[in-house]
């Protein structure tokens, strides 16, 4: 199978020669990893005598914190891109791998009930065929044991991509978007933390709008964790 559907390097997208695994020789080391020294809220990159990013500092937000796996640069957008557009699908073992690697012993200490993709609208479902949070949410669940609560949260307006919008506009966006299924309140009364999965964080505008839907409806505790953070903001 290999020889006419070769393995793919999620980062590069060249075929992967035989005994590697996710990574081709050449893009082994060209992410960079957030680091030890981090928001303890948001999970960015800080100096080492602050607690809190400047984003965060005053701040309140619905879920407790968060971390991210890696900075979003060039080279990692570029990976995210064939995730999410153009079919990758299998990156998200690769993804999910390095998030358990690094975030295993945070997942232990936490001992959350469930992950919690975030959700895209049906519309946007359709065209691509696959909701990206939701594949790294199964793999990571795979290799934590930790289960996946995939029809939780339900994206019910098609809102606009966030990349697009000011931090002021991504909160007006994201305004009453997101909702907890009802069938699922009543199948999971005994989850009380959980995890949400998402690709990447930015202004945090996503995950809060979906934490509070969580809180809202009961959910005592909420995390988060993301492939990547965006430095900066």
Partial sequence: MDIFFPRRCAICDRALASGEKYLCGRCTGRLEYTGEEYCLRCGRPVGETEEYC?????????YCSGRSLFLYNAVLKESIIRFKYHGRQEYAAFYAD?????????????KPDALVPVPIHKERYRKRGFNQAELLAKELGKRSNIPVLADCLVR??????????SERERIQNLQGAFYVRKMTQELYKNVNCVIIIDDIYTTGSTVEACARALCEEGIETVYFLCISTGQGL
């Fill in 156 to 165: 019910g307006r098609n809102t606009l991509p966030q990349k697009e919008l």
């Fill in 54 to 62: 400047k984003a965060c500092t005053g701040k309140g937000a619905s």
């Fill in 98 to 110: 390095e998030m358990y690697h690094a975030f295993g012993g945070w997942l232990g200490k936490i």
